[in-house]
Structure formats: C-alpha cells, structure tokens
C-alpha cells in the first residue's frame, strides 16, 4: 500500500549506536517514539531509551528497578517454564516482564535532524513501584505556561500513564499515575477548551471492549474523569487490532487533527487520522479510511520488532501546513517524516455515528 509520508533523507536519525548505555554492563537495544516539542528556540526529543545486559550464549537476562537500583534476571532459555515468543515481553513461571528497561533521554537539534545531548539535563528513569519496569513513549504538551509530560509507567502492578510537569526541563514535579492500568498513549490538548484540560488516551478492556482511543476532561489537569470512548478498532482494516493516540491534536479550523497509530492481528502498526469538534474533542467528526503510514522503508521493516512505524511527536512548520513528524520505526529507530495537513484532512471521511 502507498502512504504519503516523505520519509527525511537521514533516516534513520537516531539508532542505538548514537547514544552511551546509562550505566556499566548494559546496553542499548532501542532508541524510540520520541516525545517533541520547542524549548529556548531549539527542537527537542524526549528519547525512549531500551537497555538490557549484553545477552550471554543460552540466557535472556532484563534488567528490572528495585529502590532505585538496577537488578539483573537471567533466566535459562532451555527453561520449559519461559515464554520468549515476543521480543517485547516475556512470561516466566505465569509472570509477565519486559526483555527491555525504558528510561527517557533529552536530545536537541538546531536544524530538526540533527540531535545531540545537552550537557546539564537529567535523564528520566522510573521512579518507585509503579515504574519499576521503566518509563515509555513520553508525550509533550504545552499549556498554560508548563510543560505536561505524560509517559506509559510499567512495572509487575501494570502498564498505567504516569505524569509529570515541568517549566525548564531540570526539575520536574511528579503527580504519581494519572491514569490507572490498563492505559498508555495518553496525550494532553495543547490549550484549555471551554475552561477545562483534555486528554486523549487508550484503556484496554480484555473482555467486553476492546483496546480503544478515549477522551477524558479535567479542571485541573492533574484530577481527570468524564471519559468518553471515541475511536474503535475497525474489522478487517489496518486498525482492527489496537488503536491508540499520538501527540497532541493539532487545532485546524475544522476541528482537532489526531495522528494515531493502529495495529492489526499480525502487529503490523501503521499510521491514521481523525478529526474531532473542535468545542466538544468527543465528538468525532471524521476519519481516514487507509493508513496515511505504512511500514515500508527497511529500517520500518526489520529491527528489534519489525514491520512498525509508531508515533507520539511532532512539530508544525510556521507555513501551517508541514508536519515534521517524528516516530519509532521497528521498535528501535527514530526517523521524521514530513506531511502535508492539507493533503492528510483531504483523506478524511466524514463520521456518522
Ligand atoms: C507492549 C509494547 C512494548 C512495551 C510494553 C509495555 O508490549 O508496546 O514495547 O514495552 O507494551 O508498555
């Protein structure tokens, strides 16, 4: 299927090679979906950063946290009690883990390709027990004079969505979990509307439901209810498995524009987008039949878990109309794409329901 992403030139930007392991022994397996925004004229990535220990011949071994420290499980491949089907999780003994720990690294660029990291800016690790199996996939919003940082917080508790603000990007106040599990990609609206913070984000109902793209409202942006289900995966579609929300919407005159990312029965996660009113965010207007991104190129296609393009971030040229997007691709790259606004609402269609 052609998409109508234009892949940058660079791609991919950032690979696990780019960057120092945080501590002795591990190392980097994956550098992805990146969290995006403007800070003192520059552009800036939130980086989810994935280590593990340099695997030995016969073991998988993860790191996990525990009071603050790094603690290593090596469990014996052979071992009939392990499950290691999926290069993302594992079960051992009825027990789920990562294969992976996620922390959140700052990166800058002056020229939206080039990234490096500034000296000074502290690296986010998880914190305490609902974090104890990392932090991931952070979104950037700015609102009311703060940045509000909201990330999947995972540990043997559950996946929830953790939240943090912050004004200068080296003290940070945390607000514990925000969302309880199951929940991820959450994402906060960029303004106020009718005097109230939005949030979109994505609970998953294991029986009745599904894993489904919410809205929810808030006075305060910290205390959240009024949740409302806006997005179904759809049967027989690219997105019949999984849906969930990227960045922030991007206000257009005809409503909120939402790049989301679904996913079908084989894991192949591909690109989408809707529009919701503008007044009222859960009431959705319209949406693209097909993907407007598809796993192409081959670093979309092979890599730590291949055949994904996964996006929570991304910045609007003063022109109004180029999206530099920026997005994981194989669970273990960060690359851009830009795409034209118009040309993504033109492939809107209008909801009926
Ligand atoms: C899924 C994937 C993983 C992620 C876990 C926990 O399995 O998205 O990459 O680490 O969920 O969020």
Redesign the pocket.
């Known amino acids: 299927m052609k998409d109508i992403a234009n892949r940058f030139e660079g791609n991919p930007l950032l690979k696990p090679a780019d960057l120092q392991p945080s501590g002795d022994g591990l190392e980097i397996a994956c550098l992805?979906n990146p969290g995006v925004f403007q800070f003192q004229n520059k552009t800036w990535l939130i980086v989810r950063v994935?280590e593990r220990p340099k695997q030995k011949e016969g073991l998988i071994s993860f790191p996990i946290l525990r009071s603050g420290n790094i603690q290593i499980i090596e469990i014996p491949l052979h071992d009939p009690e392990l499950n290691a089907s999926?290069a993302?999780?594992i079960n051992y003994k009825g027990n789920d883990y990562?294969t992976?720990l996620?922390h959140l690294r700052l990166l800058c660029s002056d020229d939206h390709i080039h990234f490096y990291e500034p000296a000074g800016y502290p690296l986010l690790q998880g914190d305490g027990p609902l974090q104890s199996?990392?932090v991931?996939?952070c979104r950037v919003s700015f609102l009311e004079n703060k940045y509000y940082l909201t990330f999947?917080a995972?540990s043997e508790n559950g996946?929830g969505v953790g939240l943090k603000t912050t004004v200068d990007w080296k003290s940070f106040e945390s607000h514990g979990m925000m969302l309880p599990p199951h929940n991820?990609d959450c994402a906060l609206f960029g303004e106020k509307i009718n005097g109230f913070y939005y949030a979109l984000h994505r609970p998953s109902s294991v029986d009745i439901g599904g894993n489904y793209i919410w809205t929810a409202k808030s006075p305060d942006g910290i205390h959240w209810g009024d949740h409302r289900c806006i997005i179904k995966t759809r049967k027989g579609h690219w997105d019949d498995t999984r849906v969930g929300a990227g960045a922030a919407p991007i206000k257009t005159e005809n409503g909120w524009l939402e790049i989301y990312h679904g996913a079908n029965q084989q894991h192949q996660y591909c690109l989408g987008a809707f529009l919701s009113d503008l007044n009222d965010p859960a009431k959705l207007l319209a949406r693209t039949e097909d993907p407007i991104m598809v796993p192409s190129a081959p670093y979309e296609l092979s890599g730590f878990?291949g055949n994904v393009v996964?996006t929570n971030g991304h910045i609007v040229d003063p022109d109004g109309d180029t999206l530099n997007l920026y997005y994981g691709a194989s669970?273990e790259f960060v690359c851009g794409a830009r795409f034209s606004l118009k040309e993504i609402c033109s492939l809107l269609k209008p909801c009926h329901d």
């Open positions: 992805l994935a999926d993302r999780v990562l992976t996620s199996f990392g991931e996939d999947t995972v996946v991820k878990f996964f669970d």
